[in-house]
């Protein structure tokens, strides 16, 4: 009898710890296979695209709609960010346009060739960085004259940087695929879990505390930010994921059918 209600407890304690992990379509399937994952934004429960062509599109999370943003494209686009409600490119030539989410309209900001140098935009709620030749500044306002540099050249190689707005902070899957928090008064770089845990990942998240990331053959993991320990949540429902984002709070990933999914973890 003893032996009998302990495998039961065990039973018990072994259901409640474990996650099922449900992909929830959102719209149309293969509405986004012309997704161009590097160039996109998300805020205000939108995600934001260039498309190969150049057009900016808007993507609403709740419904799945689909939709041109103005009729301009921008074919030149290097950089694609947005920040306190709009949407920025810098092209190739170095300069910087903004846009009107609502409307499409644009407006030229920065001259040619004022933003060459920059390698890399990050945006942290409605503050602005960006790297330049492995120096990380922070802006106030679109003018080198007011840029302060957040530590020392260690980001020449940033690998898969994340921002998470909901908490005001920044990490990164590095090269080697370690993860770390990336303090954005000092520039101190402070490493989360095991060296090279994250060999397999190619994109990620951070959501409500924990990083989410797929790996190569499309296994799922979960980590919480506190300590970086790894947990397989899926093994076969991530074969055809290729862009995986959070936004208020949620987890979605577009597939390379082009099918927009929310990733819903019970």
């Known amino acids: 009898m003893k032996f009998l209600f302990l495998a039961a407890a065990v039973l018990l304690v072994t259901t409640v710890k474990s996650q099922t992990v449900t992909l929830k379509p959102i719209g149309k399937s293969n509405t986004y ?6 160039f996109t934004v998300h805020f205000g429960g939108a995600l934001y695209t260039i498309d190969r062509s150049g057009a900016i ?8 709609d689909y939709t041109p943003v103005g009729k301009s494209t921008f074919a030149r686009a290097k950089h694609f960010f947005a920040l306190s409600g709009r949407l920025y490119i810098i092209e190739n ?5 903004q846009i009107d989410p609502a409307t499409g309209n644009w407006t030229s900001i920065s001259p040619m060739n004022y933003w060459t140098q920059i390698n890399s935009v990050i945006t942290v709620g409605s503050i602005l960085f960006m790297i330049e030749n492995g120096v990380m500044y922070r802006y106030s306002g679109f003018n080198n004259s007011n840029r302060t540099a957040i530590g020392e050249a260690e980001f020449y190689s940033p690998g898969i940087m994340f921002s998470d707005n909901q908490t005001m902070k920044l990490y990164s899957v590095t090269d080697d695929r370690s993860f770390y928090d990336i303090n954005l008064s000092t520039g101190k770089w402070t490493r989360i879990g095991d060296k090279k845990a994250w060999k397999g990942a190619w994109g990620g998240a951070v959501v409500n ?3 989410y990331t797929v790996e190569n053959p499309g296994l799922f993991f979960e980590a919480p930010i506190t300590d970086g320990v790894k947990k397989q949540l899926d093994n076969t429902q991530f074969t055809k994921a290729r862009f995986l984002f959070g936004e208020a709070g949620k987890l979605y990933t577009i597939t390379s059918e082009g099918s927009l999914l929310e990733i819903v973890i019970n």
Do not use: E, F, Q, W
Request: proline content about 0%; glycine content about 18%.
């Open 33 to 38: 296979i012309s997704l161009n994952s590097y």
């Open 209 to 211: 505390g924990k990083l």
């Open 93 to 97: 030539d170095g300069g910087m346009v």
């Open 57 to 64: 599109n808007k993507m609403d999370l709740t419904t799945g």
